[in-house]
């Protein structure tokens, strides 16, 4: 199963503690209690500490702004555009932000699915399972599908591969994989 997404018609919600907004990419599976994974676009107006997730893992990727810095005990780190960082959900990680910034989030249940995300730019692209989402440029999917900037795709078992179509086109690729 694919499903195709924009931007701009992602559901918006304001976060409880007034410091940014969530859009959901997708929640899976749809409407169960607790996700077994799940792909949201975030913007952080002010600084806060993150939600914990007990029994998640997480990796954000810093997609345009102010770069963060992200403190959790005595480890800091600075969120770099393009880099995606991979942290405990069950960690308590306050966020200092100096301005707006968005991010892109992929949260998985431990004990059941593992996210590995990259930036990637001038080679097709193919898993089972995953979450793309178009940076710059042009890129297609086997079928013909093209995805222009601030599209993406989320799929399920079924085989999908992304080709760049243009010089510019750059990519974040979230190839997701089933814990056994």
Partial sequence: MM???RYDALPVSRWRN?????????S????????????SIATLDASGPF??????????????????LLQSGQQAHRLQRH????????????ATVHGRCSDF????RRDSWRADVSIVQDSPQQSLHGVAYVLSGAWQCAS??????AQGI?????????????????????RLSRVL
């Fill in 51 to 68: 939600s914990l997730f007990p029994g998640v893992d997480r990796v954000i990727t810093l997609l345009q702004g102010d770069s963060p």
């Fill in 28 to 39: 899976f599976p749809p409407g169960a209690a607790d996700f077994g994974w799940r792909a």
């Fill in 105 to 108: 989030n992929i949260m998985t």
């Fill in 144 to 149: 013909g599908d093209m995805l222009q900037p």
């Fill in 154 to 174: 989320w799929w399920l078992d079924e085989a999908l591969t992304l080709a760049p179509q243009s010089c510019d086109a750059l990519l974040l690729w979230c």
């Fill in 83 to 94: 880099q995606p960082w991979r942290f405990a959900g069950d960690a308590a990680v306050q």
């Fill in 18 to 26: 007034g410091g940014g907004e969530t859009r959901e990419i997708v």
């Fill in 3 to 5: 499903h195709r997404f």
